[in-house]
């Protein structure tokens, strides 16, 4: 991969990079798109999927994460990506492997807080994989709102020559963000999984023209959340979308994020109010 991108880069071929887990969605490929606009007809659009082992922690769901190779390689083809990266374990990771890349600030809340080892997993994952495809732009998705931030920071902070771009979450009818993670859902909780964007609507609506104390439109969510039987919530958060700092007032252009559990299926969103 390395000695492909190297040889046509001295072409002056620009690289557009989008990391995925695989099974890819209309979300992953609302990205592939931007990629491609981002580095024109003549550049090449790279996509990698790779279950990153380091990034999920021994609870949760790498060994039944949803994947299906076929059918990605297929999505990838008619999207028009001109190179699929998909590496093994082996290769990622080989015997010894003893070296990660650790963000120590962005990646405290939120996601951080409740998955302690995740962002280490992310952080380290991507930094290898920007120096395998060494891209002159990577993409990546706001739905993911606190990992984009902290991909910046370490790119930013480490000196990585790619810019970094967020993308919009791209989302199901019902406002659903679309995620890999959404295949567990039963039908039931697919439906109940809604919750998630009707808690950012009623958060736009509460502060369209005021400022809201965060403990109020906490305690409202959380009331939204529990009328629905299989939804609990892990957390909400409201912050500053540059420092990602908590606010103690929220309104309009507050970040808003949140992670609930339908059933077993833990769901993450984001969006600005
Ligand atoms: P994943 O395969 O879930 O690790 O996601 C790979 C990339 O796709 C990340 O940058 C995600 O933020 C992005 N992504 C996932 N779901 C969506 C979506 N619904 N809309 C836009 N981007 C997404």
Redesign the pocket.
């Known amino acids: 991969m390395q000695r492909l991108t190297r040889k046509l880069k001295a072409q002056g071929v620009q690289f557009g990079f989008?990391?995925?887990?695989?099974?890819?969605?209309?979300?992953?490929i609302?990205?592939v798109k931007r990629a491609r606009q981002l580095v024109g007809k003549t550049g090449q659009v790279v996509v990698s999927?790779y279950v990153n082992p380091t990034q999920f922690a021994p609870t949760e769901d790498l060994s039944k994460y949803p994947r299906d190779l076929a059918q990605d390689k297929q999505m990838c083809r008619d999207a028009g990506v001109d190179i699929l990266f998909v590496p093994s374990d082996t290769e990622m990771y080989p015997a010894e492997f003893s070296t990660y890349v650790v963000e120590e600030k962005l990646s405290r809340r939120m996601e951080g807080a409740s998955r302690p080892t995740h962002f280490r997993g992310v952080t380290s994952v991507v930094a290898k994989l920007f120096n395998i495809v060494l891209p002159d732009v990577s993409?990546?998705?706001?739905?993911?709102?606190q990992?984009?931030a902290v991909i910046q920071r370490m790119v930013r902070d480490l000196h990585f020559p790619v810019k970094v771009v967020?993308?919009?979450?791209?989302?199901e009818r019902d406002g659903l963000?679309?995620?890999?993670?959404n295949k567990y859902l039963n039908p039931m909780q697919r439906d109940q999984a809604t919750v998630l964007w009707l808690a950012m609507e009623l958060a736009r609506k509460q502060v369209k023209s005021r400022s809201v104390a965060v403990e109020r439109l906490r305690s409202e969510i959380s009331k939204l959340i529990a009328t629905q039987s299989e939804a609990r919530l892990d957390y909400v958060e409201f912050f500053d979308r540059e420092t990602l700092e908590p606010v103690e007032m929220v309104k309009r252009g507050t970040q808003m994020a949140l992670a609930v559990f339908v059933g077993k299926t833990r769901l993450i969103d984001n969006g600005t109010l």
């Open positions: 989008v990391p995925t887990m695989g099974y890819l969605h209309a979300g992953h609302s990205l999927i993409v990546f998705g706001a739905k993911d709102f990992q984009a967020v993308a919009p979450t791209h989302r963000a679309m995620s890999s993670r």
